[in-house]
């Protein structure tokens, strides 16, 4: 009897510590949905209650979005344009060339990829604010100040976190295969993409993930490096229109603007939901 | 290139380097270091060690425009930049923010992590809800809250840059709602390592909740609490975008941390050399702390 009690009791907890965190997640969420009404309000409405809902008054349909997407002299679907670029490249050479390094870092293991793995150690635990001033001047005299160019300076300030964790893997890949494959006659550039590339794919989606997620929403190296008058990435564009030098912008229009930044990392993360949890604790590492 | 491995291969055999390749392959592979090593490193000297060293040097430097017209003078930045008092009340501003966060961050974080690995119907969904704002960039999250803070604020007739409390509290409560999530999930696994026999044994034993909360499975959690101690610590002494974005360091520089404060000096040639002396004080704090993480977490690597 006392122990039907004591799991009827165990059953009635669980139920309202359901309803409690179902209660604390519609508040978690609140912020964002506070944005996504107010997206479909007028200014003058978004200004004196942004917690009430849109009334026929105050509704606009879709002109926020249509006002913050195109208004000012550099609209808002460029900056997207210009942070999916920058982005994917950037990925896509940290990716691809430090799994490279990494795997020969691993594997020759001389002195000098020692000395290399430790400096890329060392750089994760070096803040931006050191290198802001001297990086900018670099990257100007370089002309890697375009959204075409700028991924060569996340490839060498992201080569940090993507070296530590692919030496990290790469290490634990038995040899055995690699020498077969040589043996085989693979030459060490067939080896790597044949066979050793496909068996990192698990890393490759982890650090692509948090790379990805750097870039995406990395603000002052593209702000202090990019001529803000020809190129923008998302939050540089967000900085800069609610900064008054360039005008304010209606806040219904900002609202839609703040949202639509919001959209794609939703959609992105629902898809890699798995894989960014995972890599979280993979992560970890970097400070 | 399929030649010379195969041509490389016949001699030498008896000899195996510790821990890499043997070494006809290693021989071969290096033959394409250029290819492997090359775009990498060449990108980490333009991108990391080059700007690193002229930063350093920069930091005893006078007035520059340039690093080419840098003079030369010694400590003076150093001195100026412990004289300054906006760099002080930046220090003493940050390491109170960071300490505030790091504790209600792990609190609820692990309080989360707790209730969500009991069972309870909806967890996954709950997970997915908390950590989703993680992903949310500074700039666009610091704008994001600007408006809800100066939503709820504008009642009472004031704005969040009216007084540096309510900055201060605003930038916890946005660090919260980024952080949360993101430490929970740490916590989580955590928790799922904590062996079930254990808890059963302490259950069996007659251990209260409590009990078995404090003397098993936190005892057993504790490096996913150091590896949050330090991130939560490290994040706070680097926040900048959510700074930036939220407050921009108003009333008066009130609300500026350390990383706006010093990017705040880059701007003006005068300050510039100070700025860069400032940024190497500020990376030996954060590196002090980061190189702490790295030793704690290097143990449990090991276990692994």
């Known amino acids: ?287 | 290139m399929d030649k010379s491995t195969i041509s490389s291969s016949k001699p030498k055999k008896s000899k195996k380097p510790k821990g890499g390749h043997s070494s006809m392959t290693r021989r071969s592979m290096r033959r394409w270091s250029w290819l492997f090593i090359g775009p990498v490193f060449a990108a980490f000297i333009i991108g990391f060690i080059w700007p690193f060293a002229q930063g350093i040097y920069l930091s005893f430097c006078g007035k520059f425009n340039t690093i080419s017209n840098a003079k030369f003078q010694g400590f003076t930045n150093y001195i100026k930049a412990f004289q300054d008092a906006t760099f002080g009340h930046a220090f003493w501003f940050t390491a109170l923010f960071a300490i505030v966060s790091v504790i209600l961050i792990n609190l609820l974080a692990f309080a989360a992590a707790y209730a969500l690995t009991q069972g309870v119907k909806g967890s996954n969904l709950f997970r997915t809800v908390f950590f989703m704002p993680n992903l949310i960039g500074g700039i666009v999250l610091g704008y994001l809250w600007s408006m809800i803070f100066d939503g709820i604020l504008s009642i009472y007739k004031t704005n969040i840059l009216a007084k540096a409390e309510y900055g201060f509290w605003g930038l916890i409560i946005l660090l919260l709602w980024q952080q949360v999530g993101y430490m929970m999930i740490i916590y989580i696994a955590g928790l799922q390592a904590v062996p079930e026999d254990m808890i059963e044994a302490a259950k069996i034993d007659g251990a209260t909740k409590s009990q078995t909360l404090f003397r098993v499975i936190i005892p057993n959690v504790m490096p996913s609490i150091t590896i949050c101690t330090f991130l939560t610590l490290t994040n706070g002494f680097k926040l900048y975008d959510q700074n930036l974005a939220l407050t921009g360091g108003q009333p008066f520089r009130q609300t500026e941390m350390l990383a706006l404060n010093i990017s705040n000096g880059y701007s003006a040639v005068n300050t510039r050399g100070i700025a860069q002396a400032k940024a190497v004080i500020f990376f030996i704090l954060v590196a002090t702390l980061g190189i702490a993480q790295l030793v704690s977490t290097r143990n449990k690597e090991v276990q692994q």
């Not at chain 1, 803040?127 to 100007?140: G, H, I, N, R």
Request: charged share 10%; aromatic share 14%; with cysteine.
């Open chain 1, 1 to 287: 009897m006392g122990k039907q009690k004591s799991i009827q009791q165990e059953k009635a907890r669980k139920t309202i510590m359901s309803v409690v965190l179902a209660i604390i997640c519609v508040i978690y969420m609140l912020p964002i949905l506070t944005i996504f009404s107010n997206t479909f309000k007028n200014a003058s409405a978004v200004k004196s209650d942004i917690f009430a809902l849109p009334n026929s008054e105050t509704f606009v349909g879709f002109d926020n979005y249509v006002t913050g997407m195109t208004a000012g002299s550099f609209p808002f679907w460029k900056a997207v344009i210009f942070n999916v670029i920058i982005t994917v490249l950037s990925a896509a050479l940290i990716l691809l060339f430090c799994s490279m390094a990494a795997w020969y870092v691993a594997r020759v293991n001389s002195f000098f990829c020692k000395i290399f793995y430790y400096l890329c150690v060392f750089s994760m635990v070096v803040p931006f604010q050191m290198v802001q001033f001297t990086l900018s001047k670099t990257a100007d005299t370089l002309k890697l100040n375009t959204p075409w160019t700028i991924p060569v300076i996340y490839l060498g300030f992201g080569a940090g976190l993507a070296i530590f964790m692919f030496v990290g893997f790469a290490k634990s890949i038995p040899i055995e295969i690699e020498e077969a494959a040589s043996i085989d006659g693979c030459g060490p550039v067939r080896t790597y993409f044949l066979v050793v590339l496909p068996m990192l794919k698990p890393t490759l989606i982890s650090v692509g993930i948090l790379e990805i997620m750097w870039v995406w929403n990395d603000y002052l190296l593209p702000s202090l490096v990019l001529d803000l008058a020809k190129y923008r990435n998302i939050p540089m564009h967000i900085q800069l229109t609610n900064t008054g030098s360039y005008g304010q912008m209606n806040l219904g229009a900002m609202m839609a603007m703040i949202f639509l930044s919001i959209v794609p990392i939703i959609i992105f993360y629902l898809i890699c939901q798995k894989y960014i949890i995972k890599g979280v604790a993979a992560g970890a590492v970097k400070g």
